[in-house]
């Protein structure tokens, strides 16, 4: 099976040895993504979601990610327009391998982080999305708030489950609605 197969079967994603089950892509979840599957070290997991929120004037970006060693925790405001503008504020942290408890799938769950500075959640329940942020001093010295329901339409979905030369190495898009 090549990297252009189209997967059509719902199963693990991985097999006990850790493996891809099936190389491939699919028009939804079809393949369940379990972590404790996975034979690679803590330490080299990488899982996130991602949001962007995008009209013809402007878009927000909103990222949780647990990549192991490190987090990253993003808002990216952009403004389109005669006079563009683009505001980035990161927040990092090291070593939360496994700690934000990300949901295994992107059909339902929550997924939070929070500290002294940033709050940020993505709940996808019953077709919508719901996505809340607060962080302080985002901008020159003013913190961005955002309540933001998104509908979630029946639509196919680009899920990409591409295998590495290496044992134990897998590349998925694990989540990513715009």
């Known amino acids: 099976m090549g990297r252009n197969h189209e997967v059509v079967t719902s199963h693990p994603l991985l097999d006990s040895q850790g493996e891809l089950t099936e190389p491939g892509w699919s028009r939804s979840l079809l393949q ?3 972590r404790s599957a996975i034979k690679a070290p803590k330490w080299r997991i ?6 962007l929120v995008l009209s013809d004037k402007f878009a ?3 990222t949780i990610s647990d990549d192991g060693y490190i987090g990253l925790q993003s808002v990216s405001l952009l403004t389109f327009g005669d006079k ?12 939360p391998m496994g700690k934000l408890s990300l949901p295994s799938s992107s059909e339902s769950g929550i997924t939070e982080y929070k500290d002294d500075r940033l709050q940020m959640k993505f709940e996808a329940l019953d077709g919508k999305r719901h996505i809340t ?8 010295g ?3 708030e955002c309540n933001i329901y998104l509908e979630q339409p029946k639509m ?9 030369d290496k044992k134990h ?8 609605i715009a």
């Open 46 to 51: 990488k899982e996130w979601d991602y949001y």
């Open 32 to 34: 369940k993504y379990d």
């Open 142 to 144: 003013n913190a961005f």
């Open 133 to 140: 942020c607060h962080f302080d001093n985002f901008y020159k």
């Open 169 to 176: 190495c897998l590349t998925t898009i694990r989540r990513s």
């Open 156 to 164: 196919d979905s680009m899920v990409i489950a591409t295998p590495w």
């Open 60 to 62: 927000g970006a909103f």
């Open 84 to 95: 563009p503008k683009e505001h980035t504020e990161t927040i990092l942290n090291t070593f």
